[in-house]
């Protein structure tokens, strides 16, 4: 049953962010008065076709990983004389790039919109507090200490957890000085310092930024305090029940919820003694862990039991309100934002300063709308931005089959005052459509390797 919402989360996903994508160049296509012939989403044979009134045939195709505007357009085609000056190639250069740009900008607009619904009902983040420093690693060099709180990288405010991590993700690969600014919990006595970074992370497969400085976010105690026991769980035939604290595992104390986790999915059909504490008594039972099937393709171990969560100190949280004003100025800020990440991340992986072992096809992006939507919606709306951010980035790059691509000769044309030559054009097309096969080629092979 994930599978298979797996699959429709995954293709709801391609389905908004394809028709969006196409109503882009649709809408300012006809704004310029070009005659659309086809508005396909999905490539291949078509499932579903129906003819609108200005004579646009539109199309639902079986292939989903993308669409196509298809226009009256003389380089492919006769185009009776009555019709030339609705033809795409009759268009001045300047129509011509607004209709090819117009399909990631509609992705641009797709991302703020999204972004801006889940702003609306205020955001709560936890604040960047340092639980633990590992000894010899980057923090630790600079100083920096348990308790903590980072308010600074590189100059840049940091509000909250997630802005420490993605202002260190702009440090992968690099060589160089980072410094922080942190301060103590009730004090206002700021403190700069800095570290050493050499190649930091390069080559690492879905490199964990926080991890890889060696700092842990402060949590509150999170003890093994079971909520709920699942029917027909291990742990219920073993006779655990709601309010036990499990304690160790085959006599190795557990270091809280997070402890019995690792234990357990380490330990696939295996059997352990468990103690816990049950109404101020110690007791213990043995059971055996089900085997089941993790989001990256592993198999883990699972016993069906929920913990009580522990309760954030409002200290320890960053709360957001925005009006309806606000939150469009910060959906706004928070795409262009992510554009500027999305590009950096690319001008890394082809500086080698991150590994293309980070590159995902369509297989991971599906298990990540899954997973997201089994998140909260929240989650998939965020998933969702992200995608139609990165859709509009990569369709923007200047290689030759994608908008950019187009939007390079035009910007060449307006230039010099006539069309790139049609051999050039064509020649380009061809290497372009080499490094777009090859990238997804990549991409789906490390879908594979991850299976």
Not at 397 to 424: C, M, N, Q, R, W
Request: aromatic letters at 10%.
């Amino acid at each position: 049953m994930d599978n298979i919402l797996t699959i429709v989360w995954f293709l709801v996903a391609l389905g908004v962010l394809v028709t969006f994508h196409e109503f882009g160049h649709f809408y300012v296509a006809r704004r310029c008065g070009v005659k659309v012939l086809r508005f396909s989403v999905g490539f291949g044979k078509p499932l579903y076709t129906w003819r609108g009134k200005t004579g646009t045939e539109y199309t639902l195709a079986w292939i989903p990983l993308g669409g196509f505007v298809k226009m009256l357009d003389e380089r492919e085609g006769e185009v009776p004389e009555e019709q030339l000056e609705q033809a795409f190639n009759r268009k001045s250069v300047w129509q011509r790039m607004a209709i090819v740009v117009a399909g990631p900008l509609a992705n641009f607009i797709l991302a703020v919109l999204l972004f801006w619904v889940m702003l609306m009902p205020g955001t709560t983040d936890i604040a960047p507090v340092i639980g633990k420093v590992e000894a010899n690693s980057v923090a630790a060099e600079a100083g920096l200490e348990s308790g903590q709180e980072i308010l600074s990288v590189d100059g840049q405010r940091i509000n909250t957890w997630q802005d420490l991590t993605r202002q260190l993700m702009r440090r992968l690969g690099e060589s160089g000085t980072i410094t922080f600014t942190a301060k103590y919990q009730n004090s206002s006595l700021e403190y700069q310092s800095e570290a050493t970074l050499d190649k930091w992370l390069q080559g690492e497969e879905e490199p964990d930024p926080t991890q890889g400085l060696g700092i842990t976010l402060w949590q509150p105690p999170f003890d093994a305090l079971l909520e709920q026991v699942m029917p027909d769980s291990p742990a219920e035939a073993a006779g655990l029940q709601a309010g036990d604290l499990l304690l160790a595992a085959d006599g190795q104390a557990l270091d809280g919820w997070k402890g019995l986790v690792e234990y357990v999915r380490a330990r696939p059909g295996g059997t352990m003694q468990l103690e816990y504490e049950r109404d101020g008594e110690l007791q213990s039972t043995t059971l055996t862990a089900r085997s089941v099937e993790a989001e990256n393709g592993r198999q883990v171990g699972q016993i069906g039991v929920m913990p009580v969560r522990p309760t954030w100190p409002e200290s320890m949280l960053r709360k957001q309100e925005y009006s309806l004003a606000g939150g469009f100025v910060k959906a706004v800020h928070k795409t262009w934002e992510t554009s500027g990440f999305v590009l950096l991340s690319l001008k890394k992986l082809i500086l080698g300063e991150i590994s293309t072992k980070n590159l995902s096809g369509p297989i991971t992006i599906a298990k990540v709308a899954g997973a997201s939507a089994k998140a909260g919606m929240s989650y998939y709306v965020g998933f969702l931005a992200l995608l139609s951010i990165s859709l509009g980035v990569f369709n923007l790059l200047p290689i030759p089959v994608l908008d950019g691509g187009h939007l390079f000769y035009y910007l060449i044309e307006a230039v010099k005052g006539s069309p790139v030559p049609e051999k050039v054009q064509m020649a380009g097309y061809q290497v372009g459509l080499v490094m777009v096969m090859g990238l997804m080629v990549l991409a789906l092979y490390n879908d594979v390797m991850r299976l």
